[in-house]
């Protein structure tokens, strides 16, 4: 069951994102790479604290930008690892500014990072993070299901009686062109 759909309505940090952005495709560069940003961020963390620091972390990382972010240099490593509206991790931060490098590699083969997912869906969970943690970095299991499900690569973002989950398949979720029965159970897993 996914307790996710239970705790986030009328909760005033959770149900904007539980409504509007979690399970729905997205193809714009800067939102998906935001997205993975805070998946990294999480990572030993609960979300609420991330979701609570998104609007610094959005104003420390120029907008989550990926040209702005992969042009940081040493000085903007420091500025960052200082920075209290983050989460002052030196592992993740290198990975995000290694990461916006790589998206930005991604423009001459894939047309940019949703082109990249495109290419390489379907995947079984498996698959996805073998994949992932051969182009990124800090992208273990948990922090690629996340992310997949959050831009609807993997089902599970809600439960089927979620009203949020009939409008992430309305909106063509990508999980939903091969259809749930392609995952296994071992390759779907919960909400946050």
């Not at 979300?47 to 907008?63: H, S, V």
């Not at 590699?105 to 949703?114: H, I, L, N, P, V």
């Not at 390759?187 to 946050?192: L, N, R, S, V, Y």
């Given at each position: 069951?996914?307790?996710?759909?239970?705790?986030?309505?009328?909760?005033?940090?959770?149900?904007?994102?539980?409504?509007?952005?979690?399970?729905?495709?997205?193809?714009?560069?800067?939102?998906?790479?935001?997205?993975?940003?805070?998946?990294?961020?999480?990572?030993?963390l609960?979300?609420?604290?991330?979701?609570?620091?998104?609007?610094?972390?959005?104003?420390?990382?120029?907008?989550?930008e990926?040209?702005?972010?992969?042009?940081?240099?040493?000085?903007?490593?420091?500025?960052?690892?200082?920075?209290?509206?983050?989460?002052?991790?030196?592992?993740?931060?290198?990975?995000?500014?290694?990461?916006?490098?790589?998206?930005?590699?991604?423009?001459?083969?894939?047309?940019?990072?949703?082109?990249?997912?495109?290419?390489?869906?379907?995947?079984?969970?498996?698959?996805?993070?073998?994949?992932?943690?051969?182009?990124?970095?800090?992208?273990?299991?948990?922090?690629?299901?996340?992310?997949?499900?959050?831009?609807?690569?993997?089902?599970?973002?809600?439960?089927?009686?979620?009203?949020?989950?009939?409008?992430?398949?309305?909106?063509?979720?990508?999980?939903?062109?091969?259809?749930?029965?392609?995952?296994?159970?071992d390759?779907?897993?919960?909400?946050?």
């Open positions: 069951m996914n307790w996710y759909c239970d705790v986030a309505p009328n909760n005033p940090i959770h149900e904007s994102y539980h409504d509007r952005e979690y399970g729905f495709p997205k193809t714009d560069e800067r939102e998906l790479f935001e997205l993975l940003c805070l998946e990294i961020m999480q990572a030993g609960n979300w609420e604290l991330i979701l609570k620091r998104r609007a610094g972390m959005r104003a420390a990382f120029n907008d989550f990926v040209d702005a972010v992969a042009a940081y240099g040493e000085d903007d490593r420091a500025r960052l690892l200082a920075d209290a509206r983050i989460i002052r991790n030196r592992l993740k931060v290198g990975a995000i500014l290694h990461n916006a490098r790589v998206v930005q590699g991604m423009r001459g083969d894939f047309g940019g990072f949703a082109g990249w997912l495109a290419a390489h869906h379907p995947r079984r969970h498996a698959d996805w993070v073998k994949l992932f943690k051969k182009t990124f970095r800090f992208t273990g299991g948990e922090i690629v299901n996340e992310f997949l499900m959050c831009t609807g690569h993997l089902p599970g973002a809600h439960r089927d009686t979620c009203p949020v989950h009939a409008k992430t398949v309305a909106a063509g979720a990508p999980w939903v062109t091969v259809g749930a029965d392609f995952f296994t159970s390759d779907t897993a919960t909400a946050p």
